[in-house]
């Protein structure tokens, strides 16, 4: 395909909606050519904030424009699915924020059209796209740790924002609240502990502040288990403060602490670390990009873009997004029934 400018749609202008459009506005080769939100005043803050882009109240008049060749959707989780196979029955590539979608029917279903499309789909899990955590795999990848047997990912962190019209306090909009943030912990386990295969078994606990909301998981802890032996421990707290995030990860040689701080999970201004003891001596690693999920949220613009020209491979396919949320699934299974659940039960009996 020719250099020339690849037109975004980009559809919810909420907390992290603003921050794709301001993503999208910097990618060099990309353009921000129209913005759909459900509100006047969304609508009149798009219009206000990107001039030159068309502003529209139903997302539907965007999604049908033949100028427009990916949508980013970035709305609340359960109208991911609906919009999602409305831009890819368009015809358009889509980046997808995370959760995938609530189901794995739903998963499918968008996995469908966009094979029947001929169209690309991206995940927004761009932990996988930071300098940090990226480290963390390469490391591992490259024989580091001899064969990983354990990691643990913790983050502390404040409690969940509401969300437009507090979608993210209401179950039958938000999914359930592993689907929120731990869900991008499930990915990162998954993809470090890659060379082993997929995991199998997720046993999880979680609760609430509130007695008559145990949905509302305040404190929330799982672990995963892979093949050969292998377990990731996952664990988060929303009844803390600021946002801070750690890697713990260990193998048959040595051991890697990866560790992420900041005021709150997008500030410009965050502290990371990377120390790495290969079995006699720990080092500091360099990490020398700054990381956070804004400036990840740009590296990711940055590879649609790419894709879409010259066919670079996206971080995190569909196919992983379908899987972070079975492991979801499979893990608010374990939570409810107190025993630890298969993964393979949450997928359709034909996968
Ligand atoms: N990858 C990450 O790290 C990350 C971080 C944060 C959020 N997320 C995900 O991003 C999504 C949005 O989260 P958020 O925090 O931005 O939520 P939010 O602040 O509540 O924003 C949601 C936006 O969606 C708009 N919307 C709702 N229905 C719509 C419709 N039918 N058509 C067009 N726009 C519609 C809302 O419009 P109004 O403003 O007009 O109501 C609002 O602008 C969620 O799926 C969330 O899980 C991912």
Redesign the pocket.
């Known amino acids: 395909m020719a250099d020339s400018q690849i037109r975004f749609g980009l ?7 603003n921050f794709h459009a301001g993503a999208i506005a910097k990618t060099e080769g990309a353009e921000l050519a129209a913005i ?4 006047q ?3 009149a803050a798009a219009r206000e904030a990107y001039p030159k882009a068309a502003v529209y109240s139903d ?1 539907r008049e965007l999604v049908r424009r033949d100028d427009i060749d990916v949508v980013d959707v ?4 359960h ?2 699915h609906a ?1 999602a196979s409305a831009v890819l029955a368009a015809g358009k590539h889509l980046l997808l ?3 995938m979608a609530l189901s794995i029917r739903e998963c499918d279903d968008l996995i469908a059209l966009a094979r029947k499309y001929d169209r690309l789909i991206g995940i ?3 932990l996988r796209l930071s300098s940090l955590w990226t480290k963390v795999k390469d490391l591992v990848d490259g024989g580091f740790v001899g064969e990983p047997q354990y990691a643990l990912v913790e983050l502390s962190r404040r409690p969940y ?1 509401l ?3 507090n ?2 306090y209401d179950i039958g909009r938000v999914g359930n609240w592993i689907l ?1 943030e731990p869900i ?1 912990f499930f990915d990162l386990v998954r993809w470090y502990f890659e060379s082993l295969g997929e995991p199998h078994t997720i046993y999880a606990t979680a609760n609430s502040k509130q007695p008559d909301r145990p949905e509302l998981q305040d404190n929330f802890s799982a672990i995963v288990h892979f093949p050969r032996g292998a377990y990731a421990v996952i664990s988060q707290t929303l009844s803390a403060f600021e946002h801070h995030q750690t890697v713990k990860l260990t193998g048959t040689k040595g051991a890697l602490w990866a560790s992420w701080s900041g005021a709150m ?1 997008r500030t410009p201004h965050p502290t990371f670390a990377l120390r790495a003891f290969d079995g006699e001596r720990v080092e500091e690693v360099l990490i020398d990009k700054i990381t956070g ?1 804004v400036y990840e949220l740009e590296d990711q613009m940055t590879m649609l873009v790419e894709a879409i020209r010259n066919g670079r491979p996206l971080s995190c396919t569909a196919e992983d997004g379908r899987w972070s949320v079975a492991m979801c699934l499979a893990a608010q299974q374990s939570v409810e029934t107190g025993r630890p659940a298969l993964i393979a039960d949450v997928l359709p009996a034909d996968v």
């Open positions: 559809i919810g202008f909420g907390a992290w909606g759909a939100a459900a509100s005043a969304s609508c997302y970035v709305v609340p989780s109208l991911h919009i924020e995370k959760p927004g899990h761009e924002r969300g437009s019209q979608w993210r929120e991008h999970d999920e």
